[in-house]
């Protein structure tokens, strides 16, 4: 190791350049402004074939090393006089070069086998995805990156035009675009390795986090109109989501469209029949289950329209021109459905600034890691997705709750889930009623809930995010005609409140779980 290294800042003639890529996108316009400048180009297997296709002039790396690719394609590039090339100090280490045959490369033109696409194939398993593991791609790009004083390495098709537009322009390469280039490679290295290590690693909370994604969009702003914000995807998800939607009109999603189009997503994913989800800062102000879709929005907008009002309407099956008169009466932000008719696509272009978003099939939610920052460091845990059933419900009251209090409990469950604690839902015939949520009393969510319910909440099951501290809650119910409740259970007072709701003959029901969502 070279005790005190210096680093070449002065801009750098291109003489012998090597490419190997995957991805061959403008490689070819880029190796022909190479051989116009007079650079010898080395490659390897199917690159250079498709070089010389291309009537590109071009030396085989085997040919160069005089060692051939071996073991499939496994060996070709791993070699002194290509490594060495690469990673020599043209100051330092002539001597070294000339006594050993290399030739210095100053230019490194790679991008690696695409790892994410081959895991996400349906018919992926360990071996596939280990033999799409690419070694000496990494190792020309680290190796490239590392020597940037003497080195440029193209890791992205889209700054091929930039060092084509300086070679053609003063026959070298800057020193500020190699830096750039190298921090580029860096991470393309890295995210990669990070893809890999995910994959192989079988905790779902491993003692080594490490998240990698690639820059989707920049945005406006953030939450608010003074701080900075974009997106970001994983590399190489096709799933059907938010970031992967078909946005068909409308302005460009903000950070808060895209937080909130999210959680309405999330919310009617939880349904299969006709089912209409409305979300409001990131809340289920108005949620149904209808005979038929048009049912389900009218119900869903009607739980709530104040707060419906500049929403987004999240629908779980394909919206027709019926739903979309409907909705175009009342202003909204975003509406999302698994896909739109041309009808109701026609209607929607009446507001050109309404944006609609085809998901493609809403299948159910996928277990995931949830990160949230805090002062050095990160919190992790893995989503809800727990589905309660009848069987597991406890009733422990002496009234016994219907079955169709049974059944509108189930649903409440899954919309509770979706809003923020502390959080109350009154729900009837599978229709929302009224919801207190992100309050920090649970007398104060009942409170909110039962007055944005009003006369509704009659004969409406009541659902509660975590178990009642006190009694309190239960007495602030008495004249509601709430006919039953569910919640976690589990506080030191469960007596005294279970001895309430048999004073007020309300059936409750225990989950056993807390469905908490700060």
């Known amino acids: 190791m070279i005790e005190k290294p210096k680093i070449n800042r002065d801009p750098i003639q291109i003489k012998r350049a090597l490419i190997s890529v995957y991805d061959k996108t403008d490689i070819f316009d880029l190796a022909k402004v190479l051989h116009d400048n007079q650079i010898e180009i080395l490659s390897t297997g199917g690159t250079s074939i498709a070089l010389r296709e291309n009537n590109i002039p071009v030396q085989d790396v085997s040919d160069y090393t005089n060692f051939p690719e071996i ?255 409907a909705i175009i009466n009342v202003f909204a932000e975003i509406v999302l459905a698994p896909s739109f008719d041309d009808d109701a696509l026609k209607i929607f272009s009446k507001k050109q600034n309404l944006r609609i978003l085809s998901i493609g099939n809403l299948n159910v939610r996928k277990p995931k890691i949830e990160v949230r920052n805090i002062d050095g460091g990160l919190l992790a845990q893995d989503t809800d997705i727990k589905n309660l059933t009848e069987n597991d419900l406890q009733v422990v009251t002496q009234a016994q709750p219907s079955k169709s209090d049974i059944k509108t409990a189930l649903f409440t469950w899954k919309v509770l889930r979706h809003a923020k604690s502390n959080g109350i839902l009154i729900a009837k015939d599978n229709i929302t009623v009224g919801l207190g949520a992100g309050q920090v009393s649970r007398v104060d969510a009942v409170s909110m809930a039962l007055q944005k319910g009003g006369k509704n909440v009659a004969g409406g099951v009541l659902a509660s995010d975590a178990f009642f501290p006190f009694r309190d809650s239960i007495d602030s119910l008495k004249d509601s005609g709430i006919s039953a409740i569910i919640q976690p259970g589990g506080s030191i007072r469960d007596k005294e409140v279970i001895d309430a709701c048999d004073e007020y003959n309300i059936s409750m029901m225990f989950t056993g779980v807390r469905c908490f969502k700060h």
């Not at 073991?71 to 070709?76: N, P, Q, S, W």
């Not at 020193?175 to 990070?194: I, M, P, Q």
């Not at 005979?291 to 929005?297: P, V």
């Open 71 to 325: 073991m499939d394609g496994r060996v070709k590039t791993i070699n002194p006089l290509v490594e060495g090339g690469i990673l020599g100090l043209r100051d330092i280490h002539e001597d070294d070069a000339k006594s050993n045959s290399i030739k210095w490369i100053d230019l490194v033109i790679c991008n690696l086998y695409p790892f994410s696409e081959t895991i996400n194939r349906t018919n992926c398993d360990l071996p596939l995805a280990l033999e799409n593991i690419d070694i000496g791609g990494p190792t020309m790009i680290r190796s490239a990156a590392k020597n940037l004083g003497w080195v440029c390495v193209l890791v992205d098709p889209s700054d091929y035009k930039l060092i084509s537009s300086e070679l053609n322009k003063s026959g070298t390469i800057s020193f500020s675009t190699r830096e750039k280039l190298a921090s580029k490679a860096f991470g393309h290295t890295a995210e990669y390795d990070t893809m890999i290590y995910n994959y192989l690693h079988s905790e779902s909370l491993p003692n080594i986090l490490n998240l990698s994604y690639t820059k989707h969009s920049h945005l406006r702003y953030g939450e608010n109109p003074h701080q900075s914000a974009a997106s970001y995807a994983v590399y190489g998800n096709s799933d059907n989501n938010i970031l992967n939607a078909t946005i068909h009109q409308g302005k460009k999603l903000s950070y808060n469209n895209i937080m909130d189009a999210d959680s309405a997503l999330a919310c009617v994913r939880e349904f299969h029949k006709p089912t209409c989800v409305i979300v409001k800062h990131s809340n289920p102000c108005g949620v149904a289950i209808g005979k038929n879709l048009l049912e389900a929005y009218n119900n869903a907008f009607n739980a709530d329209s104040i707060s419906a009002f500049g929403g987004i309407v999240a629908l779980n099956k394909q919206c027709t021109a019926d739903v979309a008169e």
